[in-house]
T-cell receptor, first 116, second 110 residues
Framework: GAGVSQSPRYKVAKRGQDVALRCDPISGHVSLFWYQQALGQGPEFLTYFQNEAQLDKSGLPSDRFFAERPEGSVSTLKIQRTQQEDSAVYLCASSPRVGTLNQPQHFGDGTRLSIL | SQQGEEDPQALSIQEGENATMNCSYKTSINNLQWYRQNSGRGLVHLILIRSNEREKHSGRLRVTLDTSKKSSSLLITASRAADTASYFC??????????FGKGTRLHILP
């Protein structure tokens, strides 16, 4: 019974390495969101997909961050040449309809990324 | 900034007491949502209140919205140990994103 699933739950990488974080949204959900959450803070928006189309990537911190959702279901967030400030929890959320107007988002448990 | 600001930042109360958290914001909104986050977990949606609504209830939760004061409150009645978590308000505007505040950390004492 499937909620939003994220993998891995924990990822440790050395500075400079590339990482890939996976999100399996609830089946049939049109909208998918990625957030970055620093310790003790609220989630910060990174990017939004409507099916396979990336409609908003205004929250991506730099061009080292790249997200895709090629078939409109599973999404991958890739971070190239990781830096220590990339250490955070990365949360994925999905919702059944387009956009955010008057609909809740369903969150996964996140991937905790630590850059050494 | 469109970010909501929760108040207080942290709250400790005895089990059985009521807990009230507030969220203030500066811009116009279409809706406001409250989420709960247990330690190490994702966020769980609690209540969504639209800009034309003033109050909503869900079980032990009561949310109010005052658009003239640009503020919302979340009341948890008869608190339980399981209510220990961080609570976030999230503002829904015209675009395809919601903006979260920094949260209130609620601790229920046995």
């Amino acid at each position: 019974g499937a909620g939003v699933s994220q993998s891995p739950r924990y990822k440790v990488a050395k500075r400079g390495q590339d990482v890939a974080l996976r999100c399996d949204p609830i089946s049939g959900h049109v909208s998918l969101f990625w957030y970055q959450q620093a310790l003790g803070q609220g989630p910060e928006f990174l990017t939004y997909f409507q099916n396979e189309a990336q409609l908003d990537k205004s929250g991506l911190p730099s061009d080292r961050f790249f997200a895709e959702r090629p078939e409109g279901s599973v999404s991958t967030l890739k971070i190239q040449r990781t830096q220590q400030e990339d250490s955070a929890v990365y949360l994925c959320a999905s919702s059944p309809r387009v956009g955010t107007l008057n609909q809740p988002q369903h969150f996964g448990d996140g991937t905790r990324l630590s850059i050494l | 900034s469109q970010q909501g600001e929760e108040d207080p930042q942290a709250l400790s109360i005895q089990e059985g007491e009521n807990a009230t958290m507030n969220c203030s914001y500066k811009t116009s909104i279409n809706n406001l949502q409250w989420y709960r986050q247990n330690s190490g977990r994702g966020l769980v949606h609690l209540i969504l209140i639209r800009s034309n609504e003033r109050e909503k209830h869900s079980g032990r939760l009561r949310v109010t919205l005052d658009t003239s004061k640009k503020s919302s409150s979340l009341l948890i009645t008869a608190s339980r140990a399981a209510d220990t978590a961080s609570y976030f308000c999230a503002l829904g505007g015209r675009d395809d994103k919601i903006i979260f505040g920094k949260g209130t950390r609620l601790h229920i004492l046995p």
